[in-house]
T-cell receptor
Framework: EPEVTQTPSHQVTQMGQEVILRCVPI?????FYWYRQILGQKVEFLVS????????KSEIFDDQFSVERPDGSNFTLKIRSTKLEDSAMYFC??????????????FGDGTRLSIL | QKEVEQNSGPLSVPEGAIASLNCTYS??????FFWYRQYSGKSPELIMF????GDKEDGRFTAQLNKASQYVSLLIRDSQPSDSATYLC?????????FGKGNQVVVIP
């Protein structure tokens, strides 16, 4: 069964540094998402991406964050000037169509980001 | 702020019994509803989705949706130890998912 793949599985970074989290969505999917989950808390939406542009973003997704689809397969999340509170699991998800037509999102295994 | 509430605490059920999980949501405009299972340290895994009022069955799982009362539930029949996990209710709105905090289910052999 096709899967969303994320790399790396674990990223340790010094506070203030930039990180790039990578995702390869399922190949025929058109909608891409990033979520995060701080340890012990609920999964939170960050951003959705369709047709090479951001379609929705949450209040968490400020100027520190950016997303990009640099080629036909990868979808990346960049976090600049990382802070301690950015430590979390970051999940990439994709769906064939938008949620408003009842299409489920499929999640990758996540990247655990630890900021020191 | 779209809210998704899963208020009940950890649920312990004997193996073979039925586990019942409930979720309420605040946004009346939401059309699609999802249940995910999450094992500790792992990613959410889709179990079921529902968008019409009533029941939807898939194997041992049944999702129930009542849009008038703004709740969605999940029943797990013949619970197995492998069902021990946290179950996340997620509600669609503005092409994003809003998640509840989850309900932990422990199936006791």
């Amino acid at each position: 069964e096709p899967e969303v793949t994320q790399t790396p599985s674990h990223q340790v970074t010094q506070m203030g540094q930039e990180v790039i989290l990578r995702c390869v969505p399922i190949s025929n999917h058109l909608y891409f998402y990033w979520y995060r989950q701080i340890l012990g808390q609920k999964v939170e939406f960050l951003v959705s991406f369709y047709n090479n542009e951001i379609s929705e973003k949450s209040e968490i997704f400020d100027d520190q964050f950016s997303v990009e689809r640099p080629d036909g397969s990868n979808f990346t999340l960049k976090i600049r000037s990382t802070k301690l509170e950015d430590s979390a699991m970051y999940f990439c998800a994709s769906s064939e169509q938008g949620l408003d037509v009842g299409q489920p999102q499929h999640f990758g295994d996540g990247t655990r980001l630890s900021i020191l | 702020q779209k809210e998704v509430e899963q208020n009940s605490g950890p649920l312990s059920v004997p193996e073979g019994a039925i586990a019942s999980l409930n979720c309420t949501y605040s946004d009346r405009g939401s059309q699609s509803f999802f249940w995910y299972r999450q094992y500790s340290g792992k990613s959410p895994e889709l179990i079921m989705f529902i968008y019409s009022n009533g029941d939807k069955e898939d194997g041992r799982f049944t999702a129930q949706l009542n849009k008038a009362s703004q709740y969605v539930s999940l029943l797990i029949r013949d619970s197995q130890p492998s069902d021990s996990a946290t179950y996340l209710c997620a509600v669609e709105g503005n092409n994003r998912l809003a998640f509840g905090k989850g309900n932990q289910v422990v199936v006791i052999p």
